[in-house]
């Protein structure tokens, strides 16, 4: 039994010292992703929270049939959904955090070489790619990134959003050409605008 395992046998027979010990270590992660889908750093702290408290709840019920990681962002993501829907946000929300911020590290996109479905992101800037993730459904943007900033598997995903491999693929596929579509757009507004700017003499800065 692993060292990890056995905190969470402490924990479900209601060891708190065992459950801070968790936290501890899942609290970076959990709130990175909070973070990431909420744009604000007081609502992912809110969400942080309210994450560990259905950790806590629910840990009875953890079976470990998949990895506690997985189970943690499984109960995380549907926090960050159900809350993004009941706040029925509709503008767009910057993503971009401060170096002086914890986890602003974390935000850095892999410097691998580009998995199949990120070779469209492969020539944009991490904020214009945040910006416009914002602008996805919350479910496209979820998924987005698990696979992008997290970099789960599609089998690791599919268990965090309790999805079929096949779906998470035809939903990845779909999210990239919204995406794709979005940066596009935001693009050539941006050429537009930097033209027009020209032909009046003015130089773009």
Same mark, same amino acid.
């Given at each position: 039994?692993?060292?990890? =395992?056995? +905190?969470?046998?402490? #924990?479900?027979?209601? !060891?708190?010292?065992?459950?801070?010990?968790?936290?501890?270590?899942?609290?970076?992660? #959990?709130?990175?992703?909070?973070?990431?889908?909420?744009?604000?750093?007081?609502?992912?702290?809110?969400?942080?929270?309210?994450? *560990?408290?259905?950790?806590?709840?629910?840990?009875?019920?953890?079976?470990?049939?998949?990895? *506690?990681?997985?189970?943690?962002?499984? @109960?995380?993501?549907?926090?960050?959904? !159900?809350?993004?829907?009941?706040?029925?946000?509709?503008?767009?929300?910057?993503?971009?955090?401060?170096?002086?911020?914890?986890?602003?590290?974390? @935000? !850095? +996109?892999?410097?691998?070489?580009?998995?199949?479905? !990120?070779?469209?992101? &492969?020539?944009?800037?991490?904020?214009?790619?945040?910006?416009? =993730?914002?602008?996805?459904?919350?479910? *496209?943007?979820?998924?987005?990134? +698990?696979?992008?900033?997290?970099?789960?598997?599609?089998?690791?995903?599919?268990?965090?959003?309790?999805?079929?491999?096949?779906?998470?693929?035809?939903?990845?596929?779909?999210?990239?050409?919204?995406?794709?579509?979005?940066?596009?757009?935001?693009?050539?507004?941006?050429? &537009?605008?930097?033209?027009?700017?020209?032909?009046?003499?003015?130089?773009?800065?």
């Amino acid at each position: 039994m692993t060292n990890e =395992m056995a +905190l969470i046998r402490r #924990v479900q027979r209601g !060891d708190q010292a065992a459950f801070a010990e968790l936290l501890e270590a899942y609290e970076k992660p #959990v709130y990175n992703l909070c973070l990431r889908m909420t744009g604000n750093p007081e609502d992912a702290a809110d969400m942080t929270q309210e994450a *560990f408290l259905k950790v806590w709840r629910g840990i009875e019920q953890y079976k470990f049939e998949s990895s *506690f990681s997985t189970w943690v962002y499984r @109960l995380t993501s549907n926090v960050c959904i !159900d809350f993004l829907r009941g706040k029925k946000r509709r503008q767009t929300v910057s993503l971009t955090v401060d170096e002086d911020q914890d986890g602003a590290a974390e @935000l !850095d +996109l892999p410097d691998a070489a580009p998995l199949p479905e !990120d070779q469209v992101l &492969h020539r944009e800037t991490e904020s214009e790619i945040v910006r416009a =993730m914002n602008r996805l459904d919350d479910e *496209f943007r979820m998924i987005l990134t +698990l696979r992008i900033l997290e970099d789960l598997s599609y089998e690791e995903i599919a268990q965090v959003m309790d999805l079929k491999v096949g779906t998470v693929k035809s939903r990845l596929a779909r999210a990239r050409v919204k995406l794709k579509k979005i940066l596009t757009e935001t693009g050539n507004k941006g050429k &537009h605008s930097a033209s027009k700017q020209t032909e009046r003499g003015v130089k773009p800065q």
